[in-house]
C-alpha cells in the first residue's frame, strides 16, 4: 500500500512538472512570436501633441492636422488659439510671414471666442474688425502698422471691456486720442498701455486715474518724429501727471525719444514721473539737464548721441537729484574721467548696469582710462570696464 501511494505521488509530481514545463515552453514561443507593433499616433496623449502644435509655425501646424482626426481635434482646441498672431501684408510687399487669408478666416470661424493674447499687423481694417466682432475675451492685445480707427476700437470695448489688461498700439494714425481715451474709459482693467504721444492727453490720464480703473503697471509712450519741424508736440500739465502718479504710485513710465534737437522744447519743462528714458537721436546739454531737473523718478537712462560737448555738469546733476538710478548707457558722447567718477561715486552700488564706450570717456589731469578702471570698480563694488568698440 505504501508502495502503491509512493508510486501515485510520483506519478502526480512527475505530471505537475511535466505540465509546468510545457506551460513554459508555450509563454517562450508567444513572446518569440509577438510580433513588435508601432505605436498608435492617431491615441497620443492629446496634452503632449498639444504641447507639439504649441512650438509648430502656424502652417506646419495646419499640416500636422490633416494626418489623422484625432490630430484635427487637437488642432481646434481652444488651447492652442488662446495666442496668436495675425500678419496679413499687401501683395506687393513681402509675404514671408503673412499668415494666409483662408487660415485666417478659418481661425476667426471656429476660434474668435477662444482668442486671448492676440498680435495683429495687417494693412486690412476689415479683418482686424472681424477679430473684435467675434472675440469676447481678449487680455492681451498689440496692433502694429494697422490702420485700426475709433469705430473698430469702439467695437473691441463693447466686447472686450471686462478682460483687456494689455494694448499695445504701434504706427496707428487713423486713431484719435478720443479713441483711445474710449478705451481708457471703459476698460478698467487695463494694467499695460502703449502707444504713440499724439494719443496722449490730459484727458487720457485722467481717466487712467479715475477710481474706477485699476493702477496701471506700466505706460510706455514713443515720441517720434519722422521729418524735422512737420510735427507740432503739445504739451501735457503737470496737473495731470500729478493725478495720475497719485493714483499709479508705482508705474513704470517709459518713454522713447526719436526727435530732432529742435523738437525738444515742450518736453522736460516741469517734473514728469518717467523711470525709463531712451534717447534715440542725438540730444542737447540743454535737455539733459533739464532730465536731471524735472525726472526725480529717473530709473534708467540711455543717450545715444550727444555731439562733442562734455556732459560732466549734466551727468552730475542727474547723479544729485535722481535718487533711484540703477543703469545708465552712454553711446556717442563725451565726459572727463574725473566727471565720471564722481557721477559713479555719487551713485554708488545701486548702478546695476552701466553701458559706457570707452571712446566716451576723456583722459584728465587726474585719470587716465588705465586709471580710471580701477576707480570705477572700487566705487562700485565690482569689476568694472568700459565697452570696446568692434575692430572688424
Wanted: glycine residues 4%; hydrophobic residues 40%.
Amino acid at each position: 500500500m505504501k508502495r502503491g501511494r509512493k508510486s501515485n505521488e510520483a506519478n502526480s509530481s512527475s505530471s505537475e512538472d511535466t505540465t509546468e514545463k510545457e506551460s513554459k515552453r508555450h509563454k517562450i514561443v508567444e513572446r518569440k512570436t509577438t510580433v513588435v507593433q508601432s505605436p498608435d499616433w492617431a491615441n497620443l496623449l492629446q496634452d503632449i501633441i498639444l504641447q507639439v502644435f504649441q512650438y509648430l509655425p502656424l502652417l506646419d501646424r495646419a499640416h500636422a492636422s490633416q494626418v489623422c482626426r484625432s490630430w484635427n481635434q487637437v488642432f481646434h482646441m481652444p488651447d492652442l488659439w488662446r495666442c496668436f498672431e495675425f500678419e496679413l501684408n499687401q501683395p506687393a510687399t513681402s509675404n514671408l510671414r503673412t499668415t494666409h487669408p483662408e487660415l485666417i478666416k478659418q481661425i476667426i470661424k471656429r476660434h474668435s471666442n477662444h482668442l486671448q493674447y492676440v498680435s495683429f499687423k495687417s494693412h486690412f481694417i476689415s479683418a482686424l474688425t472681424v477679430v473684435f466682432v467675434n472675440s469676447k475675451s481678449l487680455s492681451s492685445l498689440k496692433i502694429d502698422d494697422t490702420p485700426v480707427d475709433d469705430p473698430s476700437l469702439k467695437v473691441l470695448v463693447a466686447n472686450n471691456s471686462d478682460t483687456l489688461k494689455l494694448l499695445k498700439m504701434s504706427s496707428c494714425p487713423h486713431v484719435s486720442p478720443a479713441g483711445i481715451l474710449c478705451v481708457a474709459d471703459q476698460c478698467h482693467g487695463l494694467r499695460e498701455l502703449a502707444l504713440n504721444y499724439h494719443l496722449l492727453s490730459d484727458e487720457l490720464l485722467l481717466a487712467l486715474s479715475s477710481e474706477k480703473h485699476v493702477r496701471l503697471e506700466h505706460l510706455r509712450i514713443d515720441v517720434v518724429s519722422e521729418n524735422p519741424g512737420q510735427t507740432q508736440f503739445h504739451t501735457i500739465q503737470k496737473s495731470s501727471w500729478d493725478a495720475f502718479i497719485k493714483h499709479s504710485p508705482k508705474v513704470n513710465l517709459v518713454m522713447y525719444f526719436f526727435l530732432y534737437e529742435e523738437e525738444f522744447d515742450p518736453f522736460f519743462r516741469y517734473e514728469i514721473p518717467v523711470t525709463h528714458l531712451y534717447f534715440g537721436r542725438s540730444v542737447s546739454k540743454d535737455v539733459l539737464g533739464r532730465v536731471g531737473m524735472t525726472c526725480p523718478r529717473l530709473v534708467e537712462l540711455v543717450v545715444c548721441a550727444n555731439g562733442l560737448r562734455p556732459l560732466d555738469e549734466e551727468l552730475i546733476c542727474i547723479a544729485e537729484r535722481c535718487k533711484y538710478l540703477s543703469a545708465v548707457g552712454l553711446g556717442e558722447c563725451e565726459v572727463s574721467c574725473s566727471a565720471f567718477v564722481e557721477f559713479v561715486k555719487m551713485c554708488g552700488g545701486r548702478l546695476s548696469q552701466l553701458s559706457i564706450m570707452e571712446e566716451v570717456l576723456i583722459p584728465d589731469q587726474k585719470y587716465s582710462l588705465e586709471q580710471i578702471h580701477w576707480e570705477v570698480s572700487k566705487h562700485l563694488g565690482r569689476v568694472w570696464f568700459p565697452d570696446m568698440m568692434p575692430t572688424w
